[in-house]
T-cell receptor, first 110, second 114 residues
Framework: ELKVEQNPLFLSMQEGKNYTIYCNYS?????LYWYRQDPGKSLESLFV?????AVKQEGRLMASLDTKARLSTLHITAAVHDLSATYFC??????????FGTGTRLTIIP | EPEVTQTPSHQVTQMGQEVILRCVPI?????FYWYRQILGQKVEFLVS????????KSEIFDDQFSVERPDGSNFTLKIRSTKLEDSAMYFC????????????FGSGTQLSVL
């Protein structure tokens, strides 16, 4: 079965702190995507990771992919309130669809 | 920036009725998708569409569902004989190069089946 798991499911962190969200998947893939979703809104693409060792950074967010470990991380540096949202990873297992993780609801508190 | 547009933003229907959800993908995109998200749950793939035909569909996408690209711009999802469990946010998405590129998602249609 094709599975994508994220942890933690819920994360409350203080402004200015660093934290990492983890995304594990069940079988071989070299295509992984991170999306952000604000409450009641659509999905905004953050990163596309297309090879082992890929690392991408945008502002306070950095994503990486280790295809051997079947693991991607989304690292948040010096969190600010604007980063509060639900973050999804999604994996392409060689077909046309994306299999989404359960999501991590991130709340940044002052 | 170009965007995927969906109408309506909210749709309320009675169980057993048919609904059509409409989407206008980004104009130069070739790959089109429907996903849905039941409240508080993860996003689920329904169907992908390329070159005027379905390229892949999930087990959710049974005979109750159909998709169509009736002209050069619109992409529709029809749900026949709606059920209570069809209540969800339905997202249309498009991309230019399929799985090698990010998907652009529309703002969604919230479907409520009563």
């Amino acid at each position: 079965e094709l599975k994508v798991e994220q942890n933690p499911l819920f994360l409350s962190m203080q402004e200015g702190k660093n934290y990492t969200i983890y995304c594990n998947y069940s079988t071989t893939s070299d295509r992984l995507y991170w999306y952000r979703q604000d409450p009641g809104k659509s999905l905004e693409s953050l990163f596309v990771l297309l090879s082992n060792g890929a690392v991408k950074q945008e502002g306070r967010l950095m994503a990486s992919l280790d295809t051997k470990a079947r693991l991607s991380t989304l690292h948040i540096t010096a969190a600010v309130h604007d980063l509060s949202a639900t973050y999804f990873c999604a994996v392409n297992f060689g077909n046309e669809k994306l299999t989404f993780g359960t999501g991590t609801r991130l709340t940044i508190i002052p | 920036e170009p965007e995927v547009t969906q109408t309506p933003s909210h749709q309320v229907t009675q169980m057993g009725q048919e609904v059509i959800l409409r989407c206008v993908p980004i104009s130069n995109h070739l790959y089109f998708y429907w996903y849905r998200q039941i409240l508080g749950q993860k996003v689920e793939f329904l169907v992908s569409f390329y070159n005027n035909e379905i390229s892949e569909k999930s087990e959710i996408f049974d005979d109750q569902f159909s998709v169509e690209r009736p002209d050069g711009s619109n992409f529709t999802l029809k749900i026949r004989s709606t059920k209570l469990e069809d209540s969800a946010m339905y997202f249309c998405a498009s991309s230019n190069r399929g799985r090698d590129e990010k998907l652009f998602f529309g703002s969604g249609t919230q479907l409520s089946v009563l």
